[in-house]
C-alpha cells in the first residue's frame, strides 16, 4: 500500500464511520477497487480506527469530562447511568467479537455483491427512521440494549454502525441530538476492545511502513472530525433520506458489478 492509497481508505474510513453509509462496507469496495488484498492491512485498520476514536473524544471531549466527573461521586447520578447505559449498549458487540469473531471475520472476504444488499439494507433502515415521528425521549437501559443489538448487526460490511444505531434510536422514539451523540459514544469502547485484542494477539506487523499508517491516520482523523460534527447536524434536521438513496444507489451498483 503506497501513501495515496492510504490518504484515500483513511478519508473513507473517517468520512464513513459517522456518516451513515458503513466504513467496513467502503473500505471493501475502496480495497477491491485499489486491487489490496484485506489480508495484508490488520495494522492499517487499527490505525485508522484509532484514528476516529480520536476524532470522537475531540469533538465530545467536554462532554466525556462531565460524564468522568460525575462518575466519580461514587453515587448514582445522570452520568454514572449515562455510562451504565453506554456500557450496555456494548455487550451484544462484545458477545459477537468473543464468540463469533471467525464467522464475522469470513465476511471480509471481498465478495462484493454480499456489501451491495447489506447497504441495500442500511438504505430501508435510514429510510424508515428518516420518517419516524421523535417523541423526544430519553434513551432508557431497554432502548440502550436495543441499540447495542444493531451496533452487533453492523459488524457486517456494509450495515452501517451510525446508520442502524441512529436509525434504531430514532425508530424507538428517542430524541434527535441525544441519539446521534449515543451513537457515536457507544462506539469507543469496541473499538478501543478490539484494537488492544488484535494487539495482544500479535496481529500487528511491528515493521509495516511508516508513511502510509501516518498518512492514513492522519487522514481518517481530519475526515473523521469533520463527518461527526456533521452528521450531529443532520440527524438534528432529520436529512437521514439523502444518505439511503446513496446508500441504494451504491448497493445496487455494487450487486451489479460484483
Same mark, same amino acid.
Not at 501513501?3 to 464511520?17: C, D, K, P, R, S
Not at 487499527?46 to 473524544?57: M, R
Not at 508513511?211 to 481530519?222: K, R
Given at each position: 500500500?503506497?501513501?495515496?492509497?492510504?490518504?484515500?481508505?483513511?478519508?473513507?474510513?473517517?468520512?464513513?464511520?459517522?456518516?451513515?453509509?458503513?466504513?467496513?462496507?467502503?473500505?471493501?469496495?475502496?480495497?477491491?477497487?485499489?486491487?489490496?488484498?484485506?489480508?495484508?492491512?490488520?495494522?492499517?485498520?487499527?490505525?485508522?480506527?484509532?484514528?476516529?476514536?480520536? $476524532?470522537? &473524544?475531540? #469533538?465530545?471531549?467536554?462532554? *466525556?469530562?462531565?460524564? !468522568?466527573?460525575?462518575? =466519580?461521586?461514587?453515587?448514582? @447520578?445522570?452520568?454514572?447511568?449515562?455510562?451504565?447505559?453506554?456500557?450496555?449498549?456494548?455487550?451484544?458487540?462484545?458477545?459477537?467479537?468473543?464468540?463469533?469473531?471467525?464467522?464475522?471475520?469470513?465476511?471480509?472476504?471481498?465478495?462484493?455483491?454480499?456489501?451491495?444488499?447489506?447497504?441495500?439494507?442500511?438504505?430501508?433502515?435510514?429510510?424508515?427512521?428518516?420518517?419516524?415521528?421523535?417523541?423526544?425521549?430519553?434513551?432508557?437501559?431497554?432502548?440502550?440494549?436495543?441499540?447495542?443489538?444493531?451496533?452487533?448487526?453492523?459488524?457486517?460490511?456494509?450495515?452501517?454502525?451510525?446508520?442502524?444505531?441512529?436509525?434504531?434510536?430514532?425508530?424507538?422514539?428517542?430524541?434527535?441530538?441525544?441519539?446521534?451523540?449515543? $451513537?457515536? &459514544?457507544? #462506539?469507543?469502547?469496541?473499538? *478501543?476492545?478490539?484494537? !488492544?485484542?488484535?494487539? =495482544?494477539?500479535?496481529?500487528? @506487523?511491528?515493521?509495516?511502513?511508516?508513511?502510509?499508517?501516518?498518512?492514513?491516520?492522519?487522514?481518517?482523523?481530519?475526515?473523521?472530525?469533520?463527518?461527526?460534527?456533521?452528521?450531529?447536524?443532520?440527524?438534528?434536521?432529520?436529512?437521514?433520506?439523502?444518505?439511503?438513496?446513496?446508500?441504494?444507489?451504491?448497493?445496487?451498483?455494487?450487486?451489479?458489478?460484483?
Amino acid at each position: 500500500m503506497n501513501a495515496l492509497e492510504a490518504l484515500l481508505l483513511g478519508l473513507i474510513q473517517g468520512l464513513t464511520e459517522f456518516l451513515p453509509v458503513s466504513s467496513s462496507g467502503h473500505l471493501e469496495l475502496g480495497k477491491a477497487i485499489l486491487g489490496i488484498e484485506v489480508t495484508e492491512n490488520i495494522t492499517f485498520t487499527v490505525v485508522v480506527h484509532g484514528a476516529t476514536v480520536l $476524532s470522537t &473524544l475531540v #469533538v465530545f471531549w467536554q462532554e *466525556i469530562i462531565k460524564l !468522568l466527573k460525575g462518575s =466519580l461521586s461514587l453515587q448514582m @447520578n445522570e452520568s454514572s447511568h449515562y455510562i451504565s447505559r453506554l456500557l450496555i449498549s456494548a455487550i451484544p458487540v462484545v458477545i459477537a467479537g468473543l464468540f463469533l469473531e471467525d464467522y464475522i471475520e469470513s465476511f471480509f472476504s471481498g465478495d462484493i455483491q454480499f456489501v451491495g444488499f447489506m447497504l441495500i439494507i442500511t438504505a430501508i433502515l435510514l429510510a424508515f427512521s428518516n420518517y419516524a415521528k421523535s417523541r423526544e425521549k430519553n434513551i432508557t437501559y431497554r432502548n440502550a440494549f436495543i441499540i447495542g443489538l444493531a451496533q452487533m448487526f453492523a459488524v457486517l460490511p456494509g450495515i452501517s454502525r451510525s446508520g442502524s444505531t441512529i436509525a434504531t434510536g430514532l425508530l424507538l422514539g428517542n430524541k434527535r441530538g441525544e441519539v446521534a451523540q449515543f $451513537s457515536f &459514544l457507544m #462506539v469507543l469502547l469496541p473499538i *478501543i476492545g478490539a484494537n !488492544l485484542l488484535t494487539i =495482544l494477539k500479535g496481529e500487528i @506487523n511491528a515493521n509495516a511502513d511508516l508513511l502510509p499508517l501516518i498518512v492514513g491516520f492522519v487522514g481518517a482523523f481530519v475526515s473523521g472530525w469533520i463527518a461527526c460534527k456533521w452528521m450531529i447536524s443532520i440527524v438534528k434536521k432529520g436529512k437521514l433520506i439523502y444518505f439511503a438513496i446513496y446508500c441504494f444507489a451504491i448497493g445496487t451498483i455494487a450487486i451489479i458489478l460484483g
